[in-house]
């Protein structure tokens, strides 16, 4: 059974920086880009970053790029997203997914949450001004 676990997140003031990591257990991962979205109240869940576990290559939103970065860990399976220079619009809830990885596929396949299978409970972080 997959279970991914997120933790990382809590309050933190605008510029600040935290780190998200989700533990991904129940299979190997080694063929799956995991992927992290965020979503605020009534709205879509939006991507933020993926990364392919086996060859690392990573993909970003254009709201996040060049502040956050998306990393793995293999021998802990665990995969990060580092979060610095946070602004207020950054507050959501953040979810770790993870979905099968096929090199054919476009960075905009796996920009689509509805591409994930398999989905973290959430963890929030909250950036005030």
């Known amino acids: 059974q997959v279970q991914l676990v997120e933790s990382g997140g809590g309050l933190v003031q605008a510029g600040g920086s935290l780190r998200l990591s989700c533990a991904a257990s129940g299979r190997s991962f080694s063929n799956y880009a995991m992927g992290w979205f965020r979503q605020v109240p009534e709205k879509e869940r939006d991507f933020v970053a993926v990364?392919?576990?086996?060859?690392?290559?990573?993909y970003y939103a254009d709201s996040v790029k060049g502040r956050f970065t998306i990393s793995n860990d293999n021998a802990k399976n665990t995969v990060y997203l580092q979060m610095n220079s946070l602004k207020p619009e950054d507050t959501a809830v953040y979810y770790c997914?993870?979905?099968?990885?096929?090199?054919?596929?476009?960075?905009?396949?796996?920009?689509?949450?509805?591409?994930?299978?398999?989905w973290g409970q959430g963890t929030q972080v909250t950036v005030s001004s």
């Open positions: 990364i392919s576990w086996g060859g690392g290559s990573t």
């Open positions: 997914a993870a979905t099968p990885f096929r090199a054919y596929y476009s960075t905009d396949y796996y920009s689509l949450a509805a591409q994930y299978p398999y």
